[in-house]
Nanobody
Framework: EVQLVESGGGLVQAGGSLRLSCAAA????????IGWFRQAPGKEREGVSC????????RYADSVKGRFTISSDNAKNTVYLQMNSLKPEDTAVYYC??????????????WGQGTQVTVSS
């Protein structure tokens, strides 16, 4: 059974940090890219960051460049999103997703259930 389980969300003040985790199971981790998406109330879901597990190539949305860092522990089948200098506009439900080989594949093959991130001003 394919599973993507996010954790690490919560409430933080502006300027603070959170680290999200996405634990994957049920598919060949190295054959997939893992992306983080987010959806704020009343807004469309947007891509935040992505990492290709086979080669470590990463991508970031302009809105998070320099503040967020994505990384992968292939031994643990887990992807992390370190979020620093958080802003109220980062408030959203964050989802991880798995795409076969490429970050650009959309829609993803698998989705997690999401974790809430709330940044207070």
């Amino acid at each position: 059974e394919v599973q993507l389980v996010e954790s690490g969300g919560g409430l933080v003040q502006a300027g603070g940090s959170l680290r999200l985790s996405c634990a994957a199971a049920g598919f060949t981790f190295d054959d997939y890219a893992i992306g983080w998406f987010r959806q704020a109330p009343g807004k469309e879901r947007e891509g935040v960051s992505c990492i290709i597990n086979s080669n470590g190539v990463t991508r970031y949305a302009d809105s998070v460049k320099g503040r967020f860092t994505i990384s992968s522990d292939n031994a643990k089948n887990t992807v992390y999103l370190q979020m620093n200098s958080l802003k109220p506009e980062d408030t959203a439900v964050y989802y991880c997703a798995a795409m076969h080989y490429y970050c650009s594949k959309y829609p993803p093959d698998y989705w997690g259930q999401g974790t809430q991130v709330t940044v207070s001003s």
